[in-house]
Structures are given as C-alpha cells and as structure tokens.
C-alpha cells in the first residue's frame, strides 16, 4: 500500500466473541482506498466472522472498526456504503436479469428507468447485457455469479466485500473470473475485501492479503513479501509448497547461522532476530529454490537419494530422501528442459541451494 493511499477499513484491535468462545483476537488491519485485499485462511479462523463485522451483520465486541475514519458500530447494515457478494449468489429467482441488478438502485429511491439504466450499465461491465431480460435459472453458474456481482456493485458502494464467491465454480472458469474480478476492481475504483481459504486465489488477485489462523492476523503483505518471507511456520506451510525441516542452531557468526539437521547434515543461512545459538526452530525451503547435481556445487548443499520423480506438465518435482526427516521436494520448470537433468530413483545426488533460500522460521 502506498503511503498516499487513504484507508478506507481501519480495524482495531477488534475481538469477537461467541460466548466463551474467541472467534478474533485483537485484529488490527488497515485496507487502503481502492486497494483489492484478501483475507486469507484455513475454515474457521475468522474470515467470515471479520467480513459480518465489516458489513454491520455482527456486533464488534471489542476495539473499533472505521470507514474513512469515521466508527461504524453504530451504522445499520444498509446505512453503510458497503456491499457483499455472497458465496450462494442469492438472486431474486422471479426477477429478471435487469432487474435483479436494478433492485437496489430502486430501493435507494432511483426512478425505475434509471435504476434499469444504471443496470444495463452495470451488466455490461460483467459482459452479460445479452442475458438482460433472463431469469437467473436460465444462466450457467458462472453467469450468475456475474449478475451478482453487478448487483453489488450497482449501487456504487466504497466498499465490496466478497465472502468466498468463486467457490462454487469449476477451476477453469474459477481462474478467469478471478482474473476478471480483478479488472473490474480496478475498472471501478471501489475498494475489494475478498475472502478465501485458496491460497493461489488469493496470490493471483491481491494487492496485499492477510493470512489469517486461529483468530489471528499471522502476516500481512503483498502476494510476493508473504510468499519469500514467511514469518512464521503457519505462514510458511499454508502458502505455496516448502520444505520444513526441524534444525539446531549451532552457531551464529559473521552474519551467518549454522544449523545441523542431524544425519551429519549441516547448511548455513541468514539469521533472524529472536532465534539465538542452541535454539531448535525450523527451516524453510522452496523446492523451485534448490536444483540437483552429481557433483557439489559451489553453494550450499545436502546430500539425497532419488526417490521418484513426479511430472505434472509444467514442472518435474523430485522426491528426495536425505536421511533424516520427512522427505525433500525439489521442483524444476518443465520450460528449463535444455538445461534440466533429471535424475533416477535410486541415484544419489547433492541437493544444491542459493544463498538466501533457506529461511530459519520463528515458530
Ligand atoms: P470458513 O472458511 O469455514 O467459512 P471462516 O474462517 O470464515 O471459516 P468463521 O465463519 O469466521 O470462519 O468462524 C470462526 C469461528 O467462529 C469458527 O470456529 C466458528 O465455529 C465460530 N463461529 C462463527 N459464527 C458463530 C456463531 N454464531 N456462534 C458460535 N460460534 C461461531
């Protein structure tokens, strides 16, 4: 987020409870003007429930939620200019295309003639002006996730919350929707919060997410911050593929930790406050980070056995055993063929690293 950005969303330090039940754990978030955000988590670390306080469906039970600086726990649902697409579309089933997207203009006290006409506006913005005068039992459910969407935006809120509303769709058609999601996010200027429990969803379309566990906001940054500085072990394995390994932390000089991982395996890498000499923490690599070799290379490197290799089209992800621990994942871009070597089960190999790609992780 730039510093110029106004914030749109401030929570916080915001709790919410379920009887003796902690749902949110002091959350502190800030979402910039017309900034496309995603909270992102495993089921049942809060998402929703933080999403229901934003839209006034919730009572806060503690901390403080503005829009625009100004508190709105004391704002009615529909006093506040925000919007939610809901996962399970909830269209009027008796109501026409057009109409169903002009519901809302008329209830704000738009004439029925500007209402449709804002309408047809809107349905063009999600490609669908031919589809104006259907029911939405007569739309695929791809189509009726658009005309949701511009029943939502139709109104022109500041703010459009959007709780998980790819998830009923087929992978294709959910991975250009998301693309689409985004265009129209920066098409219309209005600030998006988007939920979802897919981490590559939440990659592909934000400009920052939190990740979210447990009630908390574990990180917060952009799709690339998070992915190659996770701060914690939840972060790490929730986002992307890594490997973990579980190290002691021998030594720390010259910039520099050495860490063994036990059967006679040792790597050095660059240290992080709060993990001093003696710790036992976990490590993190990236199996695009590390490549195979027959002879050592001049970085760091552990030695492995082939235990199979899996191709999925794009890449060769290598399985490895390397004596300890669960077993290694190297993968290599299918694309890289000229220079790629792929190795056997059974071979014995040097699991080769840059400098940088081993992160010791503050559990
Ligand atoms: P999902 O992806 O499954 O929707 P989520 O991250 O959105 O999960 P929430 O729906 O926000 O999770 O729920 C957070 C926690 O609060 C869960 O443990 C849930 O059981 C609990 N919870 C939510 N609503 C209520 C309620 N009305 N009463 C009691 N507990 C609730």
Redesign the pocket.
Known sequence: MTKQRPIAIDIQKVV?R??D?T??KEVSVSIGDNEFFTLL????????????MIAGF?DVTAGAIFLYDQEIAKLPPNKRPINTVFQNYALFPTMSVLENVGFGLEMQGKSRAEARRQAGEMLELVQLSQFAHRKPSQLSGGQQQRVALARALAPKPRVLLL??PLSALDMKLRKSMQLELKHIQRETGITFIF?T?DQEEALTMSDRIAV?SA?EVQQLGTARDIYENPRNMFVADFIGDTNLLEVSVDKIENGRATCHLGGGHELTCDPVAGVDTGARVHLSVRPERLFLSSEPEEVESLRGRVVENIFIGTDITTILDLGVGPQFRVRASNSDRGNLRVFEPGQNVFVNMERGAARLLVD
């Open positions: 919410k379920f009887g039940f749902a949110l988590g495993p089921s049942g670390c809060g998402k929703t429930t933080l999403l229901r919730e709780d998980e939920v429990h979210m009630g």
